[in-house]
């Protein structure tokens, strides 16, 4: 044993006598820690796990089967733990994949400093800009979709809501007006906001310009709610502006930032107060493959509706549904809520329970709008994988794709959109 104590000095000296020998493997595992990756292998992972995650719900629903059929038997516990762990597994090697599409928000709103000097400099306001959550992550397609609608937004708090310094002087105000752009997540969403300290948006003035242009009525505006004026800024073409500029986009910015969203299946949420403000929140999923959906029954027929899109559950008493102007709506607060029965395009009927005196409302929002879609039934929510229709089937109206069910089942998953702008129009 004693004459293993001098190899071992021996072994160290020479790293000590050379640093720079010493110093190459760390260098050389500093660079190997990262490499770059095809966006298109990422996808086929995805897709993988995807498919995993069905297997995953599969067996989920065979382990429920068999503990209701051989409760207490070995067997039955067997199949117990090895569904517990299965599920963990992949639930953990889902979010290691889905972690590698990630990227920080950051890639996108570090563009903005340089925007808010050149609009300070166009209009001669004097502006700041606060970036908060930068650090947060989305998934890389949705990173590059969400440039525009931010370009867009910022380009309005500037033209329209950042008042001229001498302006904001005269209001007690500091000179410099400040926007305040941040991010975070909000369970398997993330929250953008855009928030400044202008004028603020005036409701009179949204209704005033909203009739002149036609796009509603003076009877329909006195029914309009604080929040559906204020969604008006996203008809296509409104513009509050007194002059055209090149700074917002000729009136037609609102219009790209409602589209982009619900492409994303985002929400767009708009509160103002004059004199003060404006802030505007754009919800989105932090990823498009998977998702959290709400299970549905209609016409006997289990449906996905995309959780993203999803803003409230209600059950009513029919009694309380009405007709304006020949489409149902129910009271919700301080506004109407238009209703709307998927059943007649998803299923070319128009059928509903007669044996219930209530009503499941399901409030979605696509962009700045809300509507309820009448339910029969709640099933429950679900983590759900996408799954395309196939070239045989093409495009169905009102239908985004397809999932698996853990019975095996083939389930359609909503395309809240398209189901709007179809019988909305």
Do not use: W
């Amino acid at each position: 044993m004693q004459e293993t104590k001098p190899e071992s000095v021996k072994l160290v000296k020479p790293q000590k006598e050379s640093n720079t020998s010493a110093s190459i493997p760390t260098i050389k595992s500093a660079v190997e820690q990262t490499i770059r990756v095809d966006v298109e292998r990422l996808d086929e992972l995805l897709n993988l796990v995807s498919e995993l995650v069905l297997g995953r719900n599969r067996l989920a629903q065979l382990n429920n089967n068999v503990s209701v059929e051989y409760e207490g038997t070995e067997i039955s516990r067997d199949l117990s733990d090895t569904a517990r762990q299965i599920d963990l597994l992949t639930t953990e090697l889902q979010l290691a994949v889905m972690k590698t599409r990630m990227v920080k928000i950051e890639k996108v709103f570090n563009r903005f400093p340089r925007l808010i000097r050149d609009l300070s400099k166009e209009t001669g306001k004097s502006i700041t800009l606060k970036i908060k959550g930068e650090k947060t992550e989305l998934d890389k397609t949705l990173i590059e979709e969400i440039n525009d609608p931010l370009v867009h937004l910022i380009r309005n708090s500037v033209d329209h809501g950042i008042e001229p310094p001498d302006e904001r002087k005269k209001i007690g105000k500091e000179p410099k007006g400040t926007i305040t752009l941040s991010a975070e997540h909000e369970g398997n969403h993330i929250i953008i906001s855009i928030i400044d300290d202008g004028k603020g948006i005036n409701p009179e003035i949204l209704i005033e310009k909203a009739i002149s242009k036609g796009i509603i009525t003076r009877d329909k505006a006195e029914e309009l709610s604080k929040q559906e004026i204020f969604n008006l800024i996203f008809a296509p073409g409104f513009s509050t502006a007194e002059k055209v500029t090149n700074v917002s986009g000729r009136g037609v910015g609102m219009d790209v930032v409602k589209t982009n969203v619900s492409r994303l299946r985002g929400i767009i949420d708009i509160d103002s107060e004059v004199g003060k403000g404006t802030k505007i929140d754009i919800k989105l999923p932090l990823t498009l493959a998977i998702i959290q959906g709400l299970l549905v029954k209609i016409v006997g027929e289990t449906i996905v509706l995309p959780l993203s899109s999803v803003i409230e559950v209600v059950k009513i008493p029919k009694e309380e549904i009405y007709i304006v102007n020949s489409t149902e709506c129910i009271k919700l607060r301080d506004g109407v809520l238009p209703l709307i029965s998927i059943d007649n395009l998803l299923y070319y009927s128009n059928t509903t329970k007669v044996d219930d005196d209530k009503q499941f409302v399901v409030v979605v929002g696509l962009a700045e709008k809300r509507y309820g879609i009448k339910v029969d039934d709640l099933v429950g929510q679900k983590e759900i994988v996408i799954k395309s229709l196939g070239k045989y089937l093409g495009n169905i109206d009102g239908v985004a794709g397809s999932t698996i069910m853990g019975d095996g089942k083939v389930v359609m998953i909503a395309d809240i959109a398209e189901i709007i702008n179809k019988l909305v129009g």
